[in-house]
């Protein structure tokens, strides 16, 4: 079946410095990628997406990449911050009948070390 | 984005016992999921709740255990059935707005003991 993996993870890395997380997917017809970010007993918010028809989007300090051809997306953050640290998930759709449902990685444990 | 609200935030069941989950939003929309968030897990797609007809779940999930309903664009329910210490878990809805961009409610934090 359809699947998503995502590496690393875990991620340390200091005030400042850039984080990097990537993403695989499976299915050749995904075709929207969003990226979700989950606080400690929050809820995932949605932080940045992309569609299969771009490759590459950014909002301030962060950016996503996606390579359709290699089916691989990165989630790019810059000059981090300590309130960055979090649990990252990626998503990729899949079509489910009518619906584009998600399907999500493993998720990335990102601290960031003040 | 949309206000999406759940109902209860957490509880702690008996096993063997159904709890139902409510979730609202403040307008209307099209598509409404239920997803399960293990301690520490990623989230997992138990179904989608269609407005006026059954759901549609995804394999490892069925209907008398998790039954939902959708009876209007804003509100739906899921209840675990029957439940299992396996069954503790954090239960979310999503929606979808605009171009498909789903978003989350709060979570249900179901403890079974």
């Known amino acids: 079946g359809e699947n998503v993996e995502q590496h690393p993870s875990t991620l340390s890395v200091q005030e400042g410095d850039s984080a990097v997380i990537k993403c695989t997917y499976s299915?050749?017809?995904?075709?929207?990628f969003p990226w979700y970010k989950q606080e400690l007993g929050k809820r995932p918010q949605l932080i940045i997406d992309i569609r299969s028809n771009v490759g590459e989007k950014k909002d301030q300090r962060i950016a996503v990449t996606l390579n359709k051809t290699a089916k691989h997306f990165s989630l790019h953050i810059t000059e981090t911050q300590p309130e960055d640290s979090a649990v990252y998930f990626c998503a990729a759709s899949i079509r489910g009948g009518a619906t584009n449902k998600l399907i999500f990685g493993t998720g990335t444990l990102l601290a960031v070390q003040p | 984005s949309a206000v999406i609200s759940q109902k209860p935030s957490r509880d702690i069941c008996q096993r063997g016992t159904s709890l139902t989950i409510q979730c609202q939003v403040d307008?209307?929309?099209?598509?409404m999921f239920w997803y399960r968030q293990q301690p520490g897990q990623s989230l997992t797609l138990i179904a989608t709740a269609n407005q006026g007809s059954e759901a549609t779940y995804e394999s490892g999930f069925v209907i008398d255990k998790f039954p939902i309903s959708r009876p209007n664009l804003t509100f739906s329910t899921l209840t675990v059935s029957n439940m299992s210490p396996e069954d503790s878990s954090i239960y979310l809805c999503s929606v979808t707005l605009g171009l498909g961009e789903q978003y989350f409610g709060p979570g249900t934090r179901l403890t079974v003991t």
């Open positions: 307008s209307q929309v099209t598509m």
């Open positions: 299915d050749s017809a995904s075709n929207y």
